[in-house]
């Protein structure tokens, strides 16, 4: 079993839908959550972080994270065509050894 | 913010020989880099982390001996593939902590093609 899945996609929403994006893990002893975005060619960007249970908002962007399913979530309001990227899950332990989900691949039509 | 420049962005060398990417952080010192490679539509795998002054840590099936990485500086990581051949076309990451806040900062990544 993998630590971390998430559905690849494609995920492809009109302009101004909600999106959600949605990661679950294995191992209980996680306890930081983050959420890049990855443009084509390019690095990553880190989008959000936390570490407890419970919803973590950002502008549009809200991280949602249920310790006791192992499950988190990155949703996206009224999303926008510069929105499209792949977003990726990342999950660390304490000993800052980190696990990256495959990424979902998001595109917004205008 | 911290940023963490990679390049070159994209190099396409012949089979057998050898490229060299480098990975600074600028505005902060990072004692400690990581390197990546990500395959289409898969998740980044670490291959190594970079330690300054020290030897690197390679994970499980990295071959040292190919993937050379050298930690000079604080500010300084590279990642030298040796007689590349063409499974080794990837992208490859470099990212640093920034201080004590989780989430890595990357860099921008390199495009390696191996003809």
């Known amino acids: 079993q993998k630590e971390v899945e998430q559905d690849p996609g494609p995920l492809s929403v009109p302009e101004g839908a909600i999106v959600s994006l949605n990661c679950t893990y294995s191992n209980s002893a996680f306890q930081y959550f983050m959420w890049y975005r990855q443009y084509s060619r390019k690095g990553p960007e880190l989008l959000m972080y936390t570490y407890s249970s419970g919803n973590k908002e950002d502008g549009r962007f809200t991280a949602q994270v249920d310790k006791s399913s192992k499950y988190i979530s990155l949703f996206i309001r009224d999303s926008q065509p510069s929105d499209s990227a792949t977003y990726l899950c990342?999950?660390?332990?304490?000993?800052?050894?980190?696990?990256f989900g495959t990424g979902t691949s998001l595109t917004v039509i205008p | 913010g911290a940023v963490v420049s990679q390049h070159p962005s994209r190099v396409i060398c012949k089979s057998g020989t050898s490229v060299k990417i480098e990975c600074r952080s600028l505005?902060?010192?990072?004692?400690?880099m990581f390197w990546y490679r990500q395959f289409p539509k898969q998740s980044l795998m670490l291959m190594a982390t970079s330690n300054e002054g020290s030897k690197a840590t390679y994970e499980q099936g990295v071959e040292k001996d190919k993937f050379l990485i050298n930690h000079a500086s604080l500010t300084l990581s590279t990642l030298t593939v040796t007689s590349a051949h063409p499974e080794d076309s990837s992208f490859y990451i470099c990212?640093?902590?920034?201080?004590?806040?989780?989430?890595?900062?990357f860099g921008s990544g390199t495009r390696l093609t191996v003809v």
């Open positions: 990342a999950i660390a332990d304490t000993g800052n050894q980190f696990y």
């Open positions: 990212s640093a902590i920034v201080g004590d806040s989780y989430g890595y900062t």
């Open positions: 505005d902060f010192q990072a004692t400690t």
